[in-house]
Nanobody, 120 residues
Framework: QVQLGESGGGLVQAGGSLGLSCAAS????????MGWYRQAPGAQRELVAR???????DYADSVKGRFFIARDTDRNTAYLQMTRLKPEDTAVYYC??????????????WGQGTLVTVSS
Protein backbone atom coordinates (compact mmCIF):
# COMPACT_ATOMS: atom_id res chain seq x y z
CA GLN A 1 0.00 0.00 0.00
CA VAL A 2 1.33 3.40 -1.00
CA GLN A 3 1.88 5.76 1.92
CA LEU A 4 2.87 9.40 2.26
CA GLY A 5 4.37 11.01 5.33
CA GLU A 6 4.67 14.75 5.86
CA SER A 7 7.16 16.53 8.08
CA GLY A 8 8.38 20.04 8.70
CA GLY A 9 5.36 21.78 10.15
CA GLY A 10 5.61 24.07 13.11
CA LEU A 11 5.23 27.58 14.44
CA VAL A 12 6.69 30.50 12.52
CA GLN A 13 6.30 34.25 12.69
CA ALA A 14 4.61 36.17 9.91
CA GLY A 15 7.08 36.99 7.18
CA GLY A 16 9.14 33.90 7.91
CA SER A 17 9.78 30.75 5.92
CA LEU A 18 9.14 27.07 6.46
CA GLY A 19 9.75 23.96 4.40
CA LEU A 20 7.57 20.86 4.31
CA SER A 21 8.60 17.42 3.10
CA CYS A 22 6.49 14.53 1.88
CA ALA A 23 8.20 11.15 1.79
CA ALA A 24 6.60 8.42 -0.32
CA SER A 25 6.81 4.70 0.39
CA UNK A 26 7.27 4.03 -3.30
CA UNK A 27 9.08 5.44 -6.29
CA UNK A 28 7.41 8.74 -7.08
CA UNK A 29 7.75 8.05 -10.78
CA UNK A 30 4.64 6.00 -10.08
CA UNK A 31 2.65 9.20 -9.44
CA UNK A 32 1.29 11.24 -12.31
CA UNK A 33 0.73 14.12 -9.91
CA MET A 34 1.74 15.16 -6.42
CA GLY A 35 0.38 18.09 -4.55
CA TRP A 36 -0.05 19.94 -1.31
CA TYR A 37 -3.41 20.85 0.13
CA ARG A 38 -4.32 22.65 3.31
CA GLN A 39 -7.27 22.90 5.62
CA ALA A 40 -7.75 25.74 8.04
CA PRO A 41 -10.11 25.43 11.03
CA GLY A 42 -13.69 25.63 9.87
CA ALA A 43 -12.70 25.72 6.22
CA GLN A 44 -12.69 23.25 3.38
CA ARG A 45 -9.53 21.58 2.20
CA GLU A 46 -8.00 23.55 -0.66
CA LEU A 47 -5.27 22.99 -3.19
CA VAL A 48 -2.07 24.87 -2.47
CA ALA A 49 0.32 23.59 -5.12
CA ARG A 50 0.49 20.68 -7.52
CA UNK A 51 3.15 19.21 -9.77
CA UNK A 52 2.67 16.70 -12.57
CA UNK A 53 5.11 13.95 -13.47
CA UNK A 54 6.07 16.08 -16.47
CA UNK A 55 7.23 18.83 -14.14
CA UNK A 56 4.37 21.26 -14.70
CA UNK A 57 3.31 23.02 -11.53
CA ASP A 58 0.44 25.26 -10.57
CA TYR A 59 -0.43 27.19 -7.44
CA ALA A 60 -3.36 28.70 -5.66
CA ASP A 61 -3.54 32.42 -6.32
CA SER A 62 -3.11 33.11 -2.63
CA VAL A 63 0.37 31.53 -2.57
CA LYS A 64 1.77 32.34 -6.00
CA GLY A 65 5.21 33.85 -5.74
CA ARG A 66 5.53 32.81 -2.10
CA PHE A 67 5.28 28.99 -2.11
CA PHE A 68 7.26 26.64 -4.31
CA ILE A 69 6.73 22.94 -4.94
CA ALA A 70 9.54 20.60 -5.89
CA ARG A 71 10.32 16.92 -5.91
CA ASP A 72 13.40 14.74 -5.61
CA THR A 73 12.96 11.46 -7.45
CA ASP A 74 16.14 10.02 -5.91
CA ARG A 75 14.69 10.51 -2.41
CA ASN A 76 11.07 9.81 -3.40
CA THR A 77 10.17 13.05 -1.68
CA ALA A 78 8.16 16.13 -2.56
CA TYR A 79 8.69 19.49 -0.95
CA LEU A 80 6.81 22.69 -0.33
CA GLN A 81 8.95 25.71 0.40
CA MET A 82 6.87 28.46 1.97
CA THR A 83 8.16 32.01 2.18
CA ARG A 84 6.70 35.34 3.35
CA LEU A 85 4.22 33.44 5.45
CA LYS A 86 1.03 35.10 6.59
CA PRO A 87 -1.28 34.30 9.50
CA GLU A 88 -3.89 33.20 6.96
CA ASP A 89 -1.53 30.43 5.85
CA THR A 90 -2.17 28.72 9.18
CA ALA A 91 -3.61 25.29 8.45
CA VAL A 92 -2.97 21.58 8.44
CA TYR A 93 -1.02 20.83 5.27
CA TYR A 94 -1.56 17.52 3.50
CA CYS A 95 0.49 15.81 0.85
CA UNK A 96 -1.43 14.11 -1.94
CA UNK A 97 -0.54 11.86 -4.84
CA UNK A 98 -2.41 10.29 -7.74
CA UNK A 99 -1.40 7.13 -9.56
CA UNK A 100 -2.82 4.45 -11.79
CA UNK A 101 -2.93 0.84 -10.68
CA UNK A 102 -3.87 -0.06 -14.25
CA UNK A 103 -4.73 2.08 -17.30
CA UNK A 104 -8.33 2.37 -16.15
CA UNK A 105 -8.09 2.67 -12.37
CA UNK A 106 -6.72 5.71 -10.63
CA UNK A 107 -5.89 5.85 -6.96
CA UNK A 108 -5.36 8.76 -4.65
CA UNK A 109 -3.34 8.74 -1.45
CA TRP A 110 -3.08 11.29 1.36
CA GLY A 111 -0.59 11.90 4.10
CA GLN A 112 -1.61 12.35 7.70
CA GLY A 113 -1.07 16.12 7.63
CA THR A 114 1.28 18.49 9.37
CA LEU A 115 0.26 21.65 11.21
CA VAL A 116 1.65 25.01 10.19
CA THR A 117 0.92 27.93 12.49
CA VAL A 118 1.87 31.46 11.51
CA SER A 119 1.81 34.01 14.31
CA SER A 120 1.21 37.69 13.68
Amino acid sequence: QVQLGESGGGLVQAGGSLGLSCAASTNIYKFHAMGWYRQAPGAQRELVARMTSGGTSDYADSVKGRFFIARDTDRNTAYLQMTRLKPEDTAVYYCNANYYINPHEEREVWGQGTLVTVSS
